[in-house]
């Protein structure tokens, strides 16, 4: 069983930046970023892997950035040109080795606990 502990998540202003990390305590496929609202359903922000392209939401495109450090076993989740609708928990997940990335909850395995990101206008 894979752990996957999140963290950076905090309160910051419209237009700031912010990273999470997501670290794993084995070996995963492709590591993803979900995010949820208590008036949304948990939705699909980005995905990669090592040696792979990434994917993103509509939403998040070229404001998120997601990368993989191999070395530390550790996905990060570079957020910049933040708005107050990025407000949300963030999920990092991951899938089993020999799966891709992908947009579908279903996919991943492994889910961390969640980390708050409030941005403030």
């Known amino acids: 069983q894979v752990q996957l502990v999140e963290s950076g998540g905090r309160s910051v202003q419209a237009g700031d930046s912010l990273r999470l990390s997501c670290v794993a305590s084995?070996?995963?496929?492709?590591m993803g970023w979900f995010r949820q609202t208590p008036s949304k359903e948990r939705e699909f922000v980005a995905s990669?892997?090592?040696?792979?392209?990434?994917m993103y939401a509509d939403s998040v495109e070229g404001r998120f950035t997601i990368s993989i450090d191999s070395a530390k076993n550790t996905a990060y989740l570079q957020m910049n040109s933040l708005k107050p609708e990025d407000t949300a928990v963030y999920y990092c997940?991951?899938?089993?080795?020999?799966?891709?990335?992908?947009?579908?909850?279903?996919?991943?395995?492994?889910w961390g606990q969640g980390t708050q990101v409030t941005v403030s206008s």
């Open positions: 084995g070996r995963t496929g492709a």
């Open positions: 990669t892997r090592i040696n792979n392209d990434a």
């Open positions: 997940a991951a899938t089993t080795p020999l799966v891709g990335v992908s947009p579908f909850q279903g996919l991943y395995k492994y």
